[in-house]
Structures are given as structure tokens and as C-alpha cells.
């Protein structure tokens, strides 16, 4: 077994790293789709081992034979496929951009595997990383053997980022249309064909830049937030004993209106289109963020919650407010003070206060503003948008690794380097009154911070 791993320590080492984890990748994730659903169950007794595996009816050289299957066959799949990779790395000459990219994918994939190992459900997502993979390759060879302007484009990292990420916010509408979540990865792939056929009309037949293509759609990324206006939109009339149109005629309807202004404006604009990756950063990411929450964490027929313990301190804090017109942090504070009352109030603001917990529609806000803190600090920290994006839809353990709690304590870290680095007494003023923000919005953050 020694010799079997320094075999592999010398084969990333001697040769090229992107190749090898792009080989273990495809290697890991074919065993694992061919085993994932073997059986240690015992379906014989000729060769028993008194253990607890057996009282639990686990065969124990089921499990020996799989082992050492998987040793065999992972080490000659991953000698062929290394060889596969090297072929085609070598053979299509890929820039050391595209390799790099490759290399990001293929880490999460290895990484979703495992967790998948792990027991914790993640087939969509695994699946759609060896897609986005599959069509990476694809992409890198196609701009090579066929020398046109788009596909050279198209195959850099940023316009690959922009296509996939406005094929995500595409998927969402159309799954929030349609309802057909179980055929998500189809979605998405057709998604994608559209977006890049659109900008391939744009660019061929309309003669624009990749650039001023990637604008004109941009009132794509619009379209999660018109999502959840249309279901507001609805519910309000329907708690209100109103008529209302169905949502999705309101949706469609919103979605027009926004392409009809946006096309007014793009006619009559004067100023530079921003650069592509101003684009993605503002318009692009955080769409695909807002898009990725509400898939998540909104629900707007939810349960409610049987423990009333804990939501006795807002909905006691918001009664205060709307029933009696006491006024926060003046008459009274409750134990996380306005983290947990402010979706309440603007709830109870919207339809009316009433006595029941109904205001919990709107805590998915919270998950929301940490999503768009984790991408800030992503940014930061990375200055990449689009892996900020991609880590934040593709990392099962986000909210483990960014306590959400504390989250808020990020700002006041780059608010005193930005003071510290300028010296200017508004710098530092604003440090001090986002600490005492802080202790309005939860203790716990400022105790933290």
C-alpha cells in the first residue's frame, strides 16, 4: 500500500497537476456512480466473522472485496484517463487559464464527492460539477479547432463565468414557471444553449461586442427579485379576500415591463458600458445570489414552528410595536433585539399585523444579506466574482465555516483597515458608528466584534 501511494506522490509530482486532478476527478466520479448503490447486506453464511458487523447482517468481505476492487480499478482508470488528459491538454494546447479552471472544478467535484460519501445528499450537485467539467473540455477544444471570434471569447474564464452564472438565473425562472424542479440539470443545460445563443445572434447578426451583448440581457438578472414580487403580489391580495391574477401572469408581466424600460435605456444611453466583469461583479453575481436564497430559504406557505419558546421574543417585540405603539430600544429590548424584529416589521408594515407568527415568511432576509456578506468578503479575499459565486452555490458547509451570527463583524474588519490605511477622521467615524449599529442589530455581533 506504501508503494501504492508513493507511485502517485511521484506522478503529481513529475507531472502536470492539472492534469492529474482533472484524471482523478473523472476517475473518482465514474467509481463512485458504479458503486454508490452496492449492497453490504449478508446473503450467505458460509464465511461468518462473529463481530458486531455481523449481528448488524453486514457482510465483512463484501466490504474487504470492494476495497480492494476499487484499489485495482481506480489506479487503471486513472492511468488511462491521465493518459486521456495529457492527449488532449497537449493535443488542443489549453492556455494556462483554461487548465486553471479546470483545476478550480475538478477541486470541487473531488470535494462534493466526498462529502457525498459522507452521507450528505448532494447527486444534483455533483452531477452538474462534472457537467460544467464535460463542458469546459468541450469549450477549450471547439475554440481551438474552429478560429472564430466568438468561440475564442467565449472560451476565456470570465465569459465562461458570465454563461454559466445567467444560465443559473435563467433555470430559476423557468423552473419558478414551470414547477419542474426534478429536471433541473436539463434546465440548466438548455438554459445554457440560450444564453449562448443569444449572444451569438447579438454578436454575428446585431454586430455587438461581447461586451454590449452581455448588457443588453443584463434585465435577466432582474428577474429573482421580479420572482418574489409576483408571489407577494399575489398573497397580499389573497389574505386581503382580493382578486388577483395568477402569479405567473404576474411575473410575465413584470418581466416585460423591465425588458421594455431597460431596452428604452440601452437605446438612449450616453455614457460606457461598464466593463464585463463590472458587470458580473454588481449585476450578474449578485442575481445568481438572490436567485440561489430563494430556491433555499423562501417559502411563502410555511409551517409554523410547534416551539414557540424562542419566537416568543419577536413576536412579543413586534406585538409591542403594532399593539400597544411602543417604540424599540426606547420602551423595550428583546434578547437578539432588531435582527430578529426588522423582516417582522415590514412584514406586519405590508399586510397588517396580526397575532400569529405569519411574519417568520420573511426571515429568509436574513439568509439573504449573509449570502451577500459571504460574497463581499469572498470578493475580498479572492477578488474573484465568479468563484465567490461558485463557492457560495456549490459549498454544502457555507453557513459552518461564516458563523451567520457574526457575519456582520466582516464589515467593521475592513471598515478599521480602510481607516487605518486613509487616516481620515470620517473613516473613523464611521467605524464608530457602525460598532454602535452593531449593538441595535444583535449583542451577540457586538460582543463578538
Given at each position: 500500500?506504501?508503494?501504492?501511494?508513493?507511485?502517485?506522490?511521484?506522478?503529481?509530482?513529475?507531472?502536470?497537476?492539472?492534469?492529474?486532478?482533472?484524471?482523478?476527478?473523472?476517475?473518482l466520479y465514474i467509481l463512485f456512480q458504479l458503486n454508490k448503490d452496492v449492497s453490504f447486506q449478508m446473503t450467505e453464511l458460509d464465511s461468518?466473522?462473529?463481530?458486531?458487523?455481523?449481528?448488524?447482517?453486514?457482510?465483512?468481505?463484501?466490504?474487504?472485496?470492494?476495497?480492494?476492487s476499487l484499489i485495482f480499478k481506480g489506479t487503471i482508470l486513472l492511468l488511462l484517463l491521465y493518459l486521456v488528459f495529457s492527449w488532449i491538454?497537449?493535443?488542443?494546447?489549453?492556455?494556462?487559464?483554461?487548465?486553471?479552471?479546470?483545476?478550480?472544478?475538478?477541486?470541487?467535484?473531488?470535494?462534493?464527492?466526498?462529502?457525498?460519501?459522507?452521507?450528505?445528499?448532494?447527486?444534483?450537485?455533483?452531477?452538474?460539477?462534472?457537467?460544467?467539467?464535460?463542458f469546459l473540455i468541450l469549450l477549450f477544444i471547439l475554440s481551438k479547432k474552429i478560429n472564430h471570434y466568438f468561440l475564442r471569447k467565449l472560451?476565456?474564464?470570465?465569459?465562461?463565468?458570465?454563461?454559466?452564472?445567467?444560465?443559473?438565473?435563467?433555470?430559476?425562472?423557468?423552473?419558478?414557471?414551470?414547477?419542474?424542479?426534478?429536471?433541473?440539470?436539463?434546465?440548466?443545460?438548455?438554459?445554457?444553449?440560450?444564453?449562448?445563443?443569444?449572444?451569438?445572434?447579438?454578436?454575428?447578426?446585431?454586430?455587438?461586442?461581447?461586451?454590449?451583448?452581455?448588457?443588453?440581457?443584463?434585465?435577466?438578472?432582474?428577474?429573482?427579485?421580479?420572482?418574489?414580487?409576483?408571489?407577494?403580489?399575489?398573497?397580499?391580495?389573497?389574505?386581503?379576500?382580493?382578486?388577483?391574477?395568477?402569479?405567473?401572469?404576474?411575473?410575465?408581466?413584470?418581466?416585460?415591463?423591465?425588458?421594455?424600460?431597460?431596452?428604452?435605456?440601452?437605446?438612449?444611453?450616453?455614457?460606457?458600458?461598464?466593463?464585463?466583469?463590472?458587470?458580473?461583479?454588481?449585476?450578474?453575481?449578485?442575481?445568481?445570489?438572490?436567485?440561489?436564497?430563494?430556491?433555499?430559504?423562501?417559502?411563502?406557505?410555511?409551517?409554523?414552528?410547534?416551539?414557540?419558546?424562542?419566537?416568543?421574543?419577536?413576536?412579543?417585540?413586534?406585538?409591542?410595536?403594532?399593539?400597544?405603539?411602543?417604540?424599540?430600544?426606547?420602551?423595550?429590548?428583546?434578547?437578539?433585539?432588531?435582527?430578529?424584529?426588522?423582516?417582522?416589521?415590514?412584514?406586519?408594515?405590508?399586510?397588517?399585523?396580526?397575532?400569529?407568527?405569519?411574519?417568520?415568511?420573511?426571515?429568509?432576509?436574513?439568509?439573504?444579506?449573509?449570502?451577500?456578506?459571504?460574497?463581499?468578503?469572498?470578493?475580498?479575499?479572492?477578488?474573484?466574482?465568479?468563484?465567490?459565486?461558485?463557492?457560495?452555490?456549490?459549498?454544502?458547509?457555507?453557513?459552518?465555516?461564516?458563523?451567520?451570527?457574526?457575519?456582520?463583524?466582516?464589515?467593521?474588519?475592513?471598515?478599521?483597515?480602510?481607516?487605518?490605511?486613509?487616516?481620515?477622521?470620517?473613516?473613523?467615524?464611521?467605524?464608530?458608528?457602525?460598532?454602535?449599529?452593531?449593538?441595535?442589530?444583535?449583542?451577540?455581533?457586538?460582543?463578538?466584534?
Open positions: 500500500m506504501k508503494n501504492y501511494f508513493r507511485y502517485i506522490s511521484n506522478l503529481i509530482s513529475t507531472g502536470d497537476r492539472y492534469i492529474f486532478v482533472s484524471a482523478l476527478f473523472a476517475t461468518i466473522i462473529v463481530s458486531q458487523a455481523t449481528l448488524d447482517n453486514v457482510s465483512i468481505p463484501s466490504r474487504v472485496q470492494l476495497f480492494f491538454f497537449g493535443r488542443y494546447q489549453f492556455q494556462k487559464k483554461q487548465k486553471e479552471s479546470l483545476f478550480q472544478v475538478a477541486i470541487v467535484g473531488i470535494s462534493i464527492i466526498v462529502i457525498e460519501l459522507i452521507q450528505i445528499q448532494s447527486e444534483i450537485l455533483n452531477h452538474g460539477i462534472f457537467s460544467v467539467f464535460l472560451a476565456s474564464p470570465l465569459f465562461i463565468g458570465i454563461v454559466l452564472t445567467l444560465s443559473f438565473i435563467l433555470s430559476f425562472s423557468v423552473i419558478y414557471l414551470t414547477g419542474a424542479s426534478t429536471f433541473f440539470l436539463l434546465i440548466y443545460w438548455l438554459s445554457v444553449s440560450v444564453i449562448i445563443l443569444s449572444l451569438f445572434v447579438l454578436i454575428q447578426f446585431f454586430s455587438f461586442t461581447l461586451r454590449k451583448a452581455v448588457f443588453f440581457i443584463l434585465p435577466l438578472c432582474c428577474t429573482p427579485f421580479l420572482a418574489f414580487l409576483s408571489v407577494e403580489y399575489v398573497v397580499y391580495h389573497f389574505l386581503n379576500n382580493d382578486f388577483s391574477f395568477g402569479y405567473k401572469k404576474v411575473y410575465a408581466l413584470l418581466i416585460i415591463v423591465t425588458l421594455f424600460i431597460h431596452f428604452i435605456l440601452f437605446i438612449r444611453r450616453k455614457k460606457q458600458i461598464p466593463s464585463t466583469l463590472f458587470l458580473y461583479k454588481y449585476f450578474i453575481g449578485p442575481g445568481a445570489i438572490l436567485a440561489f436564497g430563494l430556491l433555499c430559504f423562501y417559502f411563502p406557505i410555511m409551517q409554523h414552528a410547534t416551539d414557540l419558546f424562542e419566537l416568543a421574543n419577536p413576536a412579543n417585540a413586534i406585538m409591542r410595536i403594532f399593539e400597544f405603539q411602543e417604540i424599540p430600544f426606547v420602551d423595550f429590548m428583546s434578547s437578539h433585539v432588531f435582527s430578529e424584529q426588522w423582516y417582522g416589521i415590514i412584514y406586519s408594515i405590508i399586510f397588517g399585523y396580526s397575532h400569529p407568527v405569519d411574519y417568520e415568511v420573511y426571515s429568509f432576509f436574513n439568509f439573504i444579506i449573509y449570502f451577500f456578506i459571504i460574497y463581499y468578503f469572498l470578493n475580498k479575499l479572492f477578488c474573484s466574482p465568479i468563484f465567490s459565486v461558485f463557492f457560495i452555490i456549490s459549498f454544502p458547509f457555507l453557513f459552518q465555516i461564516f458563523f451567520a451570527h457574526l457575519l456582520l463583524c466582516l464589515f467593521t474588519l475592513f471598515m478599521v483597515k480602510k481607516a487605518i490605511k486613509t487616516q481620515k477622521t470620517i473613516d473613523y467615524l464611521f467605524v464608530f458608528l457602525f460598532t454602535i449599529a452593531l449593538i441595535i442589530w444583535k449583542l451577540d455581533t457586538e460582543w463578538q466584534t
